[in-house]
Structure formats: C-alpha cells, structure tokens
C-alpha cells in the first residue's frame, strides 16, 4: 500500500520564521495528498490538500506543493505566529482507495515569541 | 454545520473494565472511520464503515474491540476488558468525499 514519510520532530521556531516541514510519499499512481493540523488538546483538522502533480495547496498561509519528480509533498509556511504551535500529520490515501488515509507520524511544532 | 461529536472527552477506567465511545458523524456523511492515535503517533484505522456496513475492519483486535453503526448514523466503539495498551486518544472521522473530518476525540487512560 501507499505510505508516507515525515520529517521527524519537535520543531522551534521563533515567531515570523520561516517554516519547512518534509514529506516524502511512496504510492502507486498519483493519489491526492493532505496536510492536517491538531492543536492541543482536540482532533485534526484538513490545513490543504492537493489532488494532482504540480497541484498547490494552501490555507492560512500554509503552502505545499504536489511534486511527482521527487514524491514529495512539503509544508511551508513564510512567516509562522505562536497559534500556529500544534502537530502537523501529511496523509496519503491507503491504497487505490481514497477512503481510507494513511498519515505520517507527525511533527510537533512550537513557534516561540 | 456542526462537526463531528464524540463523547466522552476523557474516561479514566481500571484494567480488565469495559468502556465505551460514541461518535456522532457530520450529518449527510455515509463514511464512518474510528481511529486509534497512540502519543506521539499518527492515526491509524480500525474501521471504516459505509453506511451501517463494516467495509474495512482488518486492524480492529476483534478479541476485545467491537463496533457497531446502527441505522447508518452514530457509531460506538467498545472495549471488554481494556489492557494497559489500550490508553491512547480514540478518534471519529466521518466523510462524504475524499475529504475526512474528525471529532475531538476520547483520551483513555486505563489504569
């Protein structure tokens, strides 16, 4: 089946840095890819998607692009504030199927004042 | 539009104790996931519903795990007799598309 590999955690950032979080994927075909945030203390919420290559997703100032060349599929983000401290988990369908995801293991991200 | 409903937020319980969650989907939604999130991990699946019918459930232990989606809407999802292993958050997503929306969740703590 499909999987995803994500850059490993915790990240600090002091506020208004600039931010980067890796994603790689491994899938057959060209499956929609996802970003989704949980903050503190509640379930995740879908941050973008994309649903082809070269597709850009973005929302909130969160920016990720679908790359085929290099199955990858980075979070960033160009001026980040301290709400945006949560985990961020990049998802891939399980298979050909879209119903079902699988996600990485997220990354913790603290933005500091 | 309201989002996913899960009940209850915490539950702390013995070993060896049942306990169990319910999950009420976005209205319209037909997919039913619960997901197990261990600290520190992402979610995985345990099952999936479409409608009332369990279509994928291949990672739930079915020696203590158990779910059922009455009439197609709510979920619960229960355990007899919970294992120390078994503390982690539980969580509900429901979907009408590719898109999946999730509920807060239920932390376990099993003492």
């Known amino acids: 089946g499909n999987s995803v590999t994500q850059m490993e955690g915790p990240v600090t950032l002091s506020e208004e840095a600039f931010l980067t979080i890796n994603c790689t994927y491994t899938a057959t075909g060209y499956p929609s890819l996802f970003w989704y945030v949980q903050y503190p203390g509640e379930g995740l919420q879908l941050l973008l998607k994309?649903?082809?290559?070269?597709d850009k997703g973005s929302n909130k100032g969160f920016e990720a692009t679908y790359r085929k060349e290099t199955t990858s599929f980075h979070l960033e983000k160009g001026s980040v504030q301290v709400s945006d401290s949560a985990v961020y988990f990049c998802?891939?369908?399980?298979?050909?199927?879209?119903?079902?995801?699988?996600f990485g293991s997220g990354t913790q991200l603290t933005v500091l004042p | 539009e309201a989002g996913v409903v899960q009940s209850p937020r915490y539950k702390i319980i013995e070993k060896k104790q049942p306990v169990a969650f319910w999950c009420n989907p976005i209205?319209?939604?037909?997919?039913l996931y619960w997901y197990l999130q261990n600290l520190g991990q992402g979610p995985e699946l345990l099952i999936r519903y479409e409608n009332e019918e369990a279509v994928d459930d291949s990672q739930l232990p079915k020696d203590r795990f158990s779910a059922e989606r009455l009439k197609g809407v709510d979920s619960t999802l229960k355990i007899q007799p919970a294992e120390l292993g078994d503390s982690a958050v539980y969580l509900c997503?429901?979907?009408?598309?590719?898109?999946?929306?999730f509920g807060p969740g239920t932390r376990l703590l099993v003492l």
């Open positions: 209205s319209g939604h037909n997919t």
């Open positions: 998802a891939l369908p399980s298979s050909g199927s879209a119903r079902q995801l699988t």
């Open positions: 994309a649903t082809k290559a070269d």
């Open positions: 997503a429901s979907s009408a598309g590719e898109t999946q929306y």
